[in-house]
């Protein structure tokens, strides 16, 4: 099997988490009809799945919106604005840190994820912004 030209430079935890969720993730939250369910699966998977780049200064706000700062990044670098995905019913800026500050590190820019309100009906258990 040969990779995919990306996956060529990806460290082997990385390309293990990415076969994990390419085709065990996938496949298993494909079956849970219960968004809350859904939601705390995802979570956890970005949580033991994702790790943050080594150095990274994360500060959160009042209002969960978070700032990030890779290592030998400037403080008054250019900032990248992260929204992250989940079609309002799951994540958070938490959930996704970890590739916000990669692309941040990459880009050698800051990055801001603020928090938005999850859809009605999608709020309560805690992983969305309030």
Not at 65 to 71: D, G, I, K, N, V
Not at 110 to 122: Q, S, T, V
């Amino acid at each position: 099997m040969t990779l995919p030209e990306t996956d060529k430079r990806l460290r082997p935890a990385d390309r293990l988490y990415t076969a994990l969720a390419r085709h065990v993730d996938r496949r298993v939250l494909a079956l849970v009809s219960s968004q809350k369910v859904l939601r705390v699966l995802f979570h956890l998977s970005a949580r033991l799945g994702a790790r943050r780049p080594e150095g990274l200064r994360v500060t959160k706000e009042p209002d969960g919106a978070l700032h990030l700062r890779p290592a030998g990044v400037a403080e008054d670098a250019p900032l990248l604005l992260y929204i992250h995905g989940g079609g309002f019913t799951i994540g958070s800026p938490e959930t996704h840190a970890a590739l916000a500050g990669r692309l941040a590190q990459a880009a050698g820019m800051r990055a801001l994820m603020p928090p938005y309100h999850l859809a009605p009906g999608e709020r309560g258990v805690g992983f969305g912004a309030a």
